[in-house]
């Protein structure tokens, strides 16, 4: 039983975005074919759409953070010794993990402390609390994916690549000749 609830919370951000993804394209294809077959528009799915677009690429950024896949700036840690490229990754998902907290901490004083419950979306009527409460759920569980990995490098001391990085290691190791190729221009025509 907890095998099965560790798996849902490992892959939890990648559950609901595959159902998002799928809400939000059948909605506007919905749209679509009734706007264009049958002249009438479905008014609130086009609203409905976009929250659930945003809610989407909020938890998408903490899958990414999960698979380490985010964008960085990674060039300039070539040119380091590897225990300071470790180093500095590390002092940089520090420093990402900071300003993680301090919007958690503002985004919740937002939704919860400074937002007024009569404030409601156009079409759908829905208080923007909610529509606005996926702020601290995925800066919490960004922070929750950035430590996560941190301790599957450092403690655990698996390495960790992201599929980027690992897609292009591939593409680069199934480009080199074999032995029995000479390593030529002609022979690579």
């Known amino acids: 039983m907890m095998n099965i609830i560790s798996k849902i919370f490992d892959n939890l951000e990648s559950y609901i975005c595959r159902a998002l993804l799928l809400s939000f394209v059948t909605l506007l294809f919905a749209q679509i074919v009734t706007r ?3 002249g009438f528009s479905i008014t609130w799915s086009e609203e409905l759409s976009v929250y659930m677009f945003v809610w989407f690429v909020f938890l998408g950024s903490s899958y990414a953070a999960k698979l380490s896949a985010h964008n960085r700036v990674t060039f300039q840690y070539k040119w380091l010794s590897p225990k300071l490229r470790t180093f500095s990754e590390f002092l940089s998902d520090v420093a990402w993990v900071g300003f993680n907290s301090y919007f958690i901490f503002i985004s ?15 079409t759908l009527g829905i208080p923007m609390k909610y529509i606005y409460l996926i702020l601290p759920i995925a800066f919490t569980l960004m922070t929750i994916r950035i430590l996560q990995v941190n301790y599957l490098k450092f403690i655990k001391g698996e390495e960790i690549i992201d599929p980027e990085a690992k897609e292009m290691n591939e593409l680069i190791n199934s480009d080199l000749p074999d032995e029995k190729t000479p390593n030529t221009v002609e022979g690579k025509l």
């Open 36 to 38: 264009e077959f049958f």
């Open 108 to 122: 919740y004083d937002f939704v919860f402390n400074r937002m007024n419950l009569f404030w409601k979306s156009q």
